[in-house]
């Protein structure tokens, strides 16, 4: 299974950004989808998941400010950054879990996306 994410670049504070995030491989069923981050210096943080059932979760510090979403049919997870902050500013990671056809568990991790929020 593979993940392949896009979506980063360089962004003025109070702008937004869309990550993307999309699964391919033998997968027969997916999990929580997660997006990650990782600011220089610092360890990676999970900033926001969403369940198969389409529960979210979110570290306090991006409430209100972000938004994930999955879209099933097309195995791909997104995040919706608004009102950007520099303290924003990482790699973020797409994270999936999930089955294979072969019904082995995967949990992969996709490419860092960066995030640079400057003026």
């Known amino acids: 299974v593979q993940l392949q994410a896009s979506g980063g670049g360089l962004v003025q504070p109070g702008g937004s950004l869309r990550l993307s995030c999309a699964a391919s491989?033998?997968?027969?069923?997916?999990?929580?989808m997660a997006w990650y981050r990782q600011a220089p210096g610092k360890q990676r943080e999970l900033v926001a998941a969403i369940t198969n059932g389409g529960s979210t979760y979110y570290v306090d510090s991006v409430k209100d400010r972000f938004t994930i979403s999955r879209d099933n049919a097309k195995n791909t997870v997104s995040l919706q950054l608004n009102s950007l902050k520099p303290e924003d500013t990482a790699a973020y990671y797409c994270?999936?879990?999930?089955?294979?056809?072969?019904?082995?568990?995967?949990?992969?991790w996709g490419q860092g996306t960066e995030v640079t929020v400057s003026s």
């Open positions: 994270n999936v879990e999930g089955t294979r056809r072969d019904y082995s568990p995967f949990n992969t």
């Open positions: 491989g033998s997968i027969r069923s997916i999990g929580t």
